[in-house]
């Protein structure tokens, strides 16, 4: 899948150090304004337990992660949708993005300069939001006034349009993003070839230092974050960004240790990968033989050949049906045979729904 998530912030908030420690690249992160001019892109692995007990069940000779994509994108300032700092350069390369990991700074440190001089994450959250808003109501405003001239015709589709944009622009003179306002199934599908940046999906990184991590990690500013989160529906993952860049240079083994001292089940960046995964609608299939057992990436609602194109053309093409067994069942009897003579394995056909976890085999003839 190509899908990816945009790394977004106020400069000096923690992103670049957030995006080495996420793709182990080493990504200039200096401190001072725009150490990252263009948009770096990162792929990572997306960790997964069930990956390694199959691993474990099938003893395979190769396994296989699915990945996931993050672009970093240099800092935004006040005034941005106007052209300040690098301007719109920033928010053409939000608009490529699918989902938005908004980097937020939750602790204070006297050696790192914040941009306005304090450390304020709701302020930073409103500079960065109101930028997307302006950005947005300038071509919502400028797709307003050819429809409404249409309108004036009473045509049909116009008029539609109209009270869709309408609905839009109320809200975001008010403010708020777009992707506060609920739509039916319609108008989404006439809303999302608009392309506005306040409808992509959310998630909030809250910074935090050393200290909070091993107190726990919910200090004042993280609360704050949470609670406004909280009014567009979103989700925050903390992160102490200095450590889990340290984390990242160490193999799986010191990595468990290194948590383990510091009283962390599981790092923050692996929460974030899985969240960030989740946010796009993404599930995970496997595919499971002596030769290899692999992860693939897959968007939640594709039917069974679809799913089987991630893998192949021809097998998309030449789709015949896919044995299928949960992860669940294929774990519970300790082998396909066992699942199959438990009458747990399945053959699917084209209309089948993939869910995720499926262990999949597909037939196909070309």
């Known amino acids: 899948m190509s899908l990816t998530a945009g790394i977004v912030g106020l400069p000096n908030v923690g992103k670049s150090t957030l995006f080495n420690a996420i793709t182990k690249a080493g990504v200039e992160a200096a401190n001072y304004p725009f150490a990252t001019i263009d948009p770096n892109v990162g792929v990572v692995e997306v960790p997964d337990e069930r990956l390694n007990k199959l691993t474990e069940l099938v003893k395979p000779k190769k396994t296989v992660p699915t990945t996931f994509e ?35 700074r939750c602790f204070e440190d006297d050696n790192i300069t914040h941009v306005s001089g304090k450390v304020d994450p709701l302020d930073d ?15 919502i405003e400028k797709r307003y006034t ?34 506060t306002i609920e739509f039916t199934p319609e108008e989404e599908v006439y809303v999302k070839n608009l392309f506005l940046l306040t409808t992509k999906p959310v998630l909030y990184v809250a910074n935090i230092s050393e200290e909070d991590v091993i107190a726990g990690g919910d200090n004042e500013m993280v609360q704050a974050v949470r609670a406004f989160a909280a009014t567009e529906d979103a989700e925050v993952v903390t992160v102490c960004a200095r450590i889990e860049e340290e984390v990242a240079e160490l193999d799986d083994e010191e990595k468990a240790e290194f948590l383990k001292e510091l009283g962390i089940e599981q790092s923050g960046l692996d929460q974030l ?11 995970t299939y496997f595919t499971a033989g ?14 069974a ?11 998309e093409r030449g789709f015949i049906r896919a044995e299928t067994v949960s992860y669940d069942d294929l774990l519970q009897y300790g082998s396909m045979q066992a699942a199959k003579e438990a009458g747990r394995v ?5 209309d089948y729904v993939v ?10 003839n070309v």
Request: proline share 1%.
């Open 70 to 104: 993050f672009t970093d994108i240099a800092g935004i300032v006040k005034g941005a949708s106007k052209g300040e700092g690098l301007g719109n350069k920033f928010l053409a390369n939000i608009r490529q993005v699918d989902a938005i990991c908004h980097v937020v």
């Open 125 to 139: 959250v409103e500079t960065i939001n109101l930028e997307l808003i302006f950005a947005d109501l300038e071509s």
């Open 146 to 179: 050819r429809i409404s001239k249409i309108a004036r015709t009473k045509d049909k589709d116009a008029l539609y349009e109209l009270a869709i944009l309408d609905k839009i622009k109320e809200t975001l003179e008010a403010g708020k993003s777009a992707r």
């Open 273 to 283: 990968i899985q969240k960030a995964y989740t946010l796009l609608g993404l599930g």
């Open 290 to 303: 002596e030769k290899e057992v692999r992860a693939w990436t897959f968007k939640l609602g594709m039917k």
């Open 305 to 315: 050949p679809q799913t089987a194109g991630i893998i192949h053309s021809d097998f």
């Open 346 to 350: 399945r053959l699917e056909g084209k």
């Open 355 to 364: 869910q995720d976890g499926d262990v999949m085999e597909f037939r196909f």
